[in-house]
């Protein structure tokens, strides 16, 4: 394995940053990898980084409920927010409660069509109106029968003639939260003057224009409540540098350390992970090897085929031709025998969105995935005031069939806490690799309360955790009021 070069002619000022910032880091950049597949590769996937500099950041931010009452009051009542997909509401009166700490949203399709998120609590004496998604004619309150109507405006108020003389049916609406689509994505904010979504967004919308998500299913949805702060969950997803040690098994056909880090104005990061190429931990693999180890876990298959992978032939997969890299035979497989079963054509669609892992995180809490396929997103929420627990959710998003019917999407499926991800079959071999994941976030939890005795703040990379500064930046602007 080679030294990395000196910046070349085709190298952003980004690149060249950054290759001073990790001297001495051995193996092909990412971007290295995608120039070699010969696609045209656009502006958005070039590097974008400054450098956040190496502050620790201090623990009790993790373990410490009067920094969750901050967070509640502003930054979950202040920022964009993603609630549920457009699918699950197609209808003038289906709707998903949506519930973060102690504010509680119903959200649901109005007569007219129009989107809108009500406050989940009756205006008479506080009773959640619904507990439950579903589809109803009307929000009735099963207390004392108080009723709206779907776009939040007062219908029935018992006795209103003669022993509520002293309400205004006229100011008694449910208080509602701003709503914004995107992708086939809902999101809400608290905040009346809060900024537009496409703003708050950007460069979301420009980078994922190249594929239509609102022609995109929810096939998969599971949750689980984690004994590990909100935050502690979202930085385990966050960055590469973990897979080595709690991912040994990708790291024959996956970029770890030499994956790339991207930082996009305030409230969007990214990372970039080639496949197809083993990680710089092991040295130098023969493409053979390389191969195999992809093909071991099948994850393109699996992940998109369901039990239908148990289907394609074996010779399809086995054989790599002489000269050609792992990399490359991957791609023309998607390409020329997945691709036509899934009912798709994808031959003109570059190498890296076929098969990378190409993560964005939208702050405070949204992970969507690029990809030409089968996509995966999650969310991460407090559990209620509990510092010391959360709700982690994985999602997968799948084309519709072209010809065919949009399937319904998945209802959620809710593990046992902190319990096995196997018992999530539906998200394929991802459910193992989360299932490392979910060993550790309890385990950091219960470290970081030890350690803070001795150590304020948590240590990390300069670059390959540096995703997790710029999140910290961002939620310490909504904190101090700079937003």
Same mark, same amino acid.
């Given at each position: ?27 092909? %950049? ?7 597949? +010969?696609?045209? =590769? ?91 998604? +579903? ?45 914004? %689509? ?208 959360? =709700? ?54 219960? +470290? ?5 005795? %001795? ?29």
């Amino acid at each position: 394995m080679t030294q990395l070069s000196e910046p070349s002619s085709e190298q952003t000022d980004a690149e060249a940053l950054i290759e001073q910032k990790v001297a001495g880091r051995v193996g092909k %950049t990412y971007q290295q990898v995608i120039r070699e597949d +010969g696609d045209e =590769i656009p502006e958005f996937m070039r590097p974008s980084w400054t450098d956040l500099g190496d502050e620790d950041i201090p623990i009790d931010r993790y373990t410490s409920r009067e920094f969750l009452e901050l967070e509640v009051e502003h930054v979950w009542r202040k920022a964009w927010q993603m609630v549920c997909r457009e699918e699950e509401i197609p209808e003038p009166g289906d709707h998903i409660v949506y519930e973060i700490v102690n504010d509680s949203f119903i959200i649901t399709r109005t007569a007219s069509g129009e989107i809108k998120a009500l406050q989940n609590a009756c205006l008479h004496r506080g009773r959640r109106l619904r507990a439950t998604d +579903g589809k109803v004619p009307e929000f009735r309150c099963p207390f004392h029968g108080w009723t709206w109507e779907l776009d939040g405006e007062i219908k029935r108020l018992p006795c209103s003639e003669w022993d509520f003389k002293h309400v205004d049916r006229e100011r008694f609406a449910l208080p509602e939260a701003r709503v914004g %689509t995107w992708g086939g994505f809902v999101f809400i904010n608290m905040d009346p003057d809060c900024e537009p979504l496409e703003d708050f967004l950007a460069p979301i919308p420009d980078h994922f224009k190249h594929t239509s998500y609102e022609a995109r299913f929810k096939s998969a949805h599971v949750a689980q409540v984690v004994s590990a702060n909100w935050k502690v969950a979202l930085e385990a997803f966050i960055e590469a540098y973990h897979l080595p040690a709690t991912h040994p098994q990708t790291a024959p056909s996956i970029q770890d350390y030499m994956s790339q880090v991207d930082l996009f104005g305030k409230n969007v990061n990214r990372v970039l992970s080639a496949r197809g190429v083993s990680s710089s931990t092991l040295g130098e693999l023969e493409e053979e090897d390389i191969y195999e180890s992809y093909l071991a876990a099948r994850t393109f298959y699996e992940e998109r085929l369901g039990e239908n992978s148990r289907d394609v032939p074996r010779e399809m997969l086995e054989g790599l031709p002489e000269g050609m890299t792992a990399r490359k035979r991957i791609v023309n497989t998607i390409r020329e025998d997945l691709a036509p079963r899934l009912g798709l054509d994808l031959t003109s669609v570059p190498a890296y969105q076929l098969m990378d892992a190409v993560q964005y995180f939208v702050f405070p809490n949204f992970f969507p995935w690029d990809s030409g396929m089968t996509n995966i997103y999650y969310r991460f929420r407090p559990n209620g005031e509990d510092p010391d627990s959360c =709700i982690l959710e994985i999602f997968y998003l799948t084309p519709v069939p072209e010809g065919g019917p949009r399937p319904k999407p998945a209802p959620v499926h809710w593990l046992e806490r902190d319990g096995d991800w196997l018992d999530a079959p539906e998200l394929g071999n991802l459910s193992a690799v989360v299932n490392q994941d979910r060993i550790n976030m309890p385990q950091v939890q219960r +470290g970081l309360k030890a350690l803070q005795r %001795t150590k304020p703040g948590i240590t990390l990379a300069s670059y390959q955790e540096s995703r997790i500064r710029h999140f910290h930046a961002r939620l310490m602007d909504y904190i101090a009021g700079r937003v």
